[in-house]
């Protein structure tokens, strides 16, 4: 397989190889896409990446797949029974946030039509793309990460500091961080 600059954080691991190469600053337009990105994204704070990609499909399994309507529905019981669960962060505050994010993202949808069209409109509906040349250059924030951060929280989300929601946006591929010269562009 191929080896850059821009995969040096993915390499020898096939978990994060893989979601470099088909997932990370591909567009995205599935709202229950975007849900799981943002959760799994707000779960990593204060964590690596790899360590939340390797329990992804416990995630999946714990929280009905991402189905924001079922995440919004659970109860008080189903989440603390979670804090039991090894396959998952046990942190009980990034426990219960899957369901407060998700009665703020159904919010959002009821607003804007879907979770999707206000995370692009806060876009201005355009992919953003560096066009890096070095890993180096890679911001960490943007205006856009911190105005959406801001903004994100006003409306009830949790864990979407400016750093998490940049990591959020590349996951979705509003953000392209692929440097100029990756073959996953």
């Known amino acids: 397989m191929m080896s850059s600059e821009c ?3 993915s390499e020898g691991d096939p978990i994060l190889e893989e979601y470099h190469d088909h997932e990370w600053c591909k567009i995205n337009h599935n709202d229950q896409y975007q849900f799981e990105m943002l959760c799994l994204e707000g779960a990593s704070t204060g964590l690596s990446w790899a360590t939340i990609l390797h329990k992804r499909a416990n995630y999946r399994r714990a929280f009905h797949d991402f189905d924001i309507d079922a995440c919004a529905a659970m109860t008080d019981d189903e989440l603390i029974s979670l804090l039991s669960n090894p ?6 505050s990034k426990i219960f946030s899957v369901r407060r994010n998700a009665q703020a ?3 959002i949808q009821q607003e804007f039509g879907s979770f999707d069209s206000y995370l692009w409109d ?10 890096w040349k070095s890993i180096e250059e890679v911001p960490t924030v943007s205006e856009l990460s911190m105005r959406l951060s801001k903004d994100m ?19 979705i591929g509003i953000i392209n961080d692929h440097l100029a010269d990756c073959e996953c562009r």
């Open 7 to 9: 995969r040096r954080w």
């Open 87 to 92: 396959g998952l962060i046990r942190n009980r």
């Open 105 to 107: 993202v159904l919010a």
């Open 122 to 131: 806060a876009a201005g509906g355009r992919q953003i793309d560096g066009h």
């Open 153 to 171: 929280k006003k409306r009830g989300i949790s864990y979407v500091g400016p750093v998490i929601t940049y990591s959020f946006l590349q996951s």
